[in-house]
């Protein structure tokens, strides 16, 4: 069988060296051999757990969340529910269960999602089956537009691919992946002369002014959050993301890639290992005014879910628990907000049109 490894090797072998970028989108995207058609992204023999996965009070709270919104939104009869790579439908199975006795909630919901996974989306419609009937996209700009949107996305910004730059002596040039003559074995280089992406980085970044320092932009992540921000603006709603991430600066080169819970190398293992970077929320919170949405956030996610009340849901859960349940609690809530696990690392940001209060969880 055809390796995608091989696939990209060629492709640099007959038209040079490609960005971070493309090398990420082959890797995760390539439409039958990359990691999001078919790798085994989630759970225990998988290849990393997410937030949802961990404990039921987190999908439970971003329902919660969700149904305030939609009655801020006036609790219009129509509203879309969009989730951006909702996995094995964890949150969105939790949230809807937690919601159920919102009275007109349910039925003002027109779920749609957003994945490119095949076996993942079958997991989609098992763990929603006894909720809703969803419709899935391959891409957002394909859900239709018309009426208010409700969006959640967790752990999905961070699989969108990013361009690195590094500094070099004269200046900052785009950071490429190439081959080694001799080997073929995968390794960056960096481009001749400066890139012009320099322009978009933030002052303090562009200033950097040590010699291999690393910085990183996402096109794909901005242009999908005005996209979003743009549909809110225009039909009304909310959005909320949540991600490992920073808010300012930089966090120097954050390609990493993960297989089996086990960092690996980012070339070992292509179309087998998860491969992420770090969100920039502070080019998320700027794509998404400009495109004429209000932000609420970003926070971490420790504030947020502590705002929201996880403490209060993991004393209701204890009560009915086992001695043995209440410790699993207690060790779920503090691995999703205890600064030095989930709590900080990972950021919370919300999206509104502009004529929404603030949203739950920021203050
Ligand atoms: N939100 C889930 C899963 C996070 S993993 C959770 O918290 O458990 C990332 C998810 O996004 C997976 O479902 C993956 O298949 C999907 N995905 C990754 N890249 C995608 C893309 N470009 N388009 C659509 N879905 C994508």
Redesign the pocket.
Request: charged share 20%.
């Given at each position: 069988m055809v390796e995608l490894a091989d696939i990209i090797r060629q492709r640099i072998a007959l038209a040079g060296p490609i960005t971070v970028s493309e090398f990420m989108t082959e890797a995760?995207?390539h439409p039958v051999l990359g990691y999001?058609r078919r790798g085994k992204?989630?759970g225990a023999g998988g290849d990393f757990v997410?937030?949802?996965?961990i404990s039921q009070m987190f999908g439970e709270l971003i329902g919660a969340w969700l149904a305030e919104r939609w009655t801020a939104l006036g609790s219009p009869r129509r509203v879309l529910l969009v989730e951006?790579?909702?996995?094995?439908g964890?949150?969105l199975g939790d949230a809807l269960r937690a919601t159920r006795a919102v009275p007109g909630f349910h039925d003002a919901l027109e779920p749609h999602l957003?994945?490119?996974?095949a076996g993942?989306r079958d997991a989609q419609r098992a763990a929603l089956a006894d909720h809703v009937t969803p419709r899935w996209h391959?891409?957002f700009a394909d859900v239709p537009s018309g009426a208010p949107l409700l969006l959640v996305?967790?752990?999905?910004l961070d699989?969108?691919p990013i361009r690195q730059l590094v500094r070099q002596p004269w200046g900052w040039a785009e950071r490429m992946v190439g081959l080694v003559r001799e080997s073929a074995k995968f390794a960056f280089a960096s481009a001749p002369g400066k890139s012009p992406l320099a322009a978009l980085l933030p002052d303090a970044v562009r200033a950097i002014d040590r010699f291999g320092s690393v910085a990183e932009l996402s096109p794909a992540v901005t242009s999908l959050t005005s996209e979003i921000a743009r549909r809110i603006a225009a039909d009304h709603g909310a959005a909320l993301f949540v991600d490992y991430g920073y808010d300012s600066g930089t966090n120097g080169d954050t390609l990493q890639a993960l297989r089996a819970h086990k960092p690996t190398d980012v070339f070992e293992a292509i179309g087998e290992a998860d491969l992420t970077a770090h969100v920039d929320f502070a080019a998320v919170a700027r794509a998404a005014r400009q495109a004429g949405a209000a932000v609420d956030g970003p926070t971490g996610q420790g504030d947020f879910l502590r705002d929201l009340g996880i403490e209060t849901r993991a004393a209701l859960l204890r009560r009915t628990a086992s001695p043995a349940q209440a410790e699993a609690i207690d060790a779920a809530s503090r691995r999703l907000i205890d600064p030095d696990q989930m709590g900080t690392l990972f950021r919370a940001i919300a999206l509104r049109d502009p004529s929404l209060p603030p949203a739950a969880g920021f203050t």
């Open positions: 995760l995207n999001y992204p989630l997410t937030a949802p996965e951006l790579g909702p996995g094995r964890t949150l957003v994945e490119i996974h993942l391959e891409r996305a967790n752990e999905f699989a969108l």
